[in-house]
């Protein structure tokens, strides 16, 4: 073997031996550190599909038992007597419309039972359920079904048609499971969602997505609007149910789709929903600050034309007598700030103004003649006579 060949081992062997040496040094200074740690680097990898499937098992048998059915039943009559049909005697048509219309024959004015089907959610061992305002409208009579199948008589405890919101309240004769509610806010766009209901009448249907977006508005099923969009499928009967994140938490109140689209479902957030819910429960209904102003959208056009460079609200008129009133708001101003909150778009103001205790003193950045002042308002309570919004104005309003 000649001597460059020898050579060039001898090096390789010395490269290799350093390397060793700085391996061996290393795993001694860094001991979490060992040797076998880049093979199982794929291990987790390979156990991620098993996982996410044990973690969506686990939510859905936590929280299936607070999901609940929630029947309504409500009754009508026909506004005209029936004209004496031929029969009329016999025991047969009197037992058939008896049974399928609540009369005893069809010369009387039949009674009309028009069953409708939606979710709901436990909140409370006392009983306490959390739906839809729409589920229940107009309900003469609720049916409480749970999980086990046990039914229960439901009568409303509050409601609050606003953010479409209705609290309900069962006798239990056994320890119920309470749905464990988290945070909206926390919510990031893309995160997953589970959605539990019962779409077309099929009990305890779990299905699950991701969070499509959050803050959506004009949705057009509520007055207060800041829905969370899911892909999580959401269908007719799934109203009132929870959407849930993977620790299990209720973070919506599934509520509305997009009957001309697929995967496009709505939810109130959990975190609106507490506030409507604890005044619900303490006092029946719901308080909501108000201003007595009318706001009108600031579109582009405007917003240049008036020297707004960010968001705003578009005062376009106030109510006399009303706390806007004795603040001085004037027609033409634009409110870019609410208690030092920047102000997006009316919509965003009207939510912060709701939410508002009754009698504080907030702070108003208007931006007037494009200037810059700043108003101050006392909050009131929002009268029975008016409507419960600072909302666009609208003819005639």
């Known amino acids: 073997m ?31 550190l060992k040797p076998d740690a880049s093979t199982r680097a794929s291990a987790p990898a390979a156990s991620l599909p098993e996982t996410l499937q044990a973690a969506f098992v686990g939510v859905a048998q936590q929280v299936r038992p607070a999901v ?28 058939f419309f008896k049974q399928f219309f609540g009369s005893d024959a069809p010369g009387q004015r039949p009674e009309f039972r028009q069953p409708s089907l939606g979710s709901g959610v436990i909140i409370d061992k006392r009983g306490l359920v959390l739906t839809n305002f729409h589920v229940i409208r107009g309900a003469d009579e609720i049916t409480v079904r749970l999980s086990d199948k046990r039914e229960y008589r439901g009568r409303v405890l509050g409601v609050d048609p606003k953010t479409d919101l209705a609290v309900l309240r069962f006798e239990p004769d056994h320890e119920l499971r309470v749905a464990a509610l988290g945070d909206s806010d926390a919510l990031r766009v893309g995160e997953w969602a589970i959605a539990i209901g019962n779409p ?11 969070i499509s977006a959050t803050g959506r508005s004009d949705v057009g099923v509520a007055t207060y609007e800041n829905f969370i969009q899911t892909d999580a499928s959401i269908n007719p009967g799934n109203s009132g149910g929870p959407l849930i994140n993977l620790k299990g938490q209720v973070v919506g109140i599934n509520t509305a789709i997009v009957a001309a689209g697929q995967g496009i479902g709505f939810a109130i957030p ?3 929903v507490k506030r ?3 005044q619900l429960v303490e006092k029946g ?72 205790p009754v009698g504080k003193t907030v702070t108003l950045q208007v931006l007037r003649k494009k200037q810059k002042i700043d108003v101050t308002a006392k909050v009131a309570e929002v009268p029975d006579d008016r409507p419960r919004r600072e909302g666009p104005a609208k003819p005639g309003g």
């Open 270 to 272: 959990i975190n609106m």
């Open 285 to 356: 209904k719901v308080v909501r600050g108000w201003l007595g102003v009318a706001l009108q959208p600031l579109s582009p056009e405007l917003a240049q034309t008036l020297g707004v460079t960010g968001g705003g609200a578009l005062v376009a008129s106030t109510i006399p007598g009303s706390p806007a009133a004795a603040a001085g708001l004037q027609q033409g101003d634009v409110i870019v700030a609410y208690d030092k909150a920047p102000i997006e778009d009316y919509r965003q103001l009207q939510r912060l103004v709701a939410d508002t």
């Open 200 to 210: 077309f009448g099929l009990d305890q249907t779990v299905t699950v997505g991701v």
């Open 276 to 278: 409507v819910v604890e």
């Open 2 to 32: 000649n001597r460059p060949l020898l050579t060039g081992l001898a090096a390789g062997l010395a490269v290799v031996a350093a390397a060793a040496g700085g391996y061996l040094v290393r795993a001694a200074v860094s001991p979490s």
């Open 68 to 95: 609940v059915n929630v029947g309504t039943i409500q009754r009508s009559r026909s506004r005209r007597p029936s004209a004496p049909q031929p029969g009329a005697d016999d025991p047969f048509f009197q037992d």
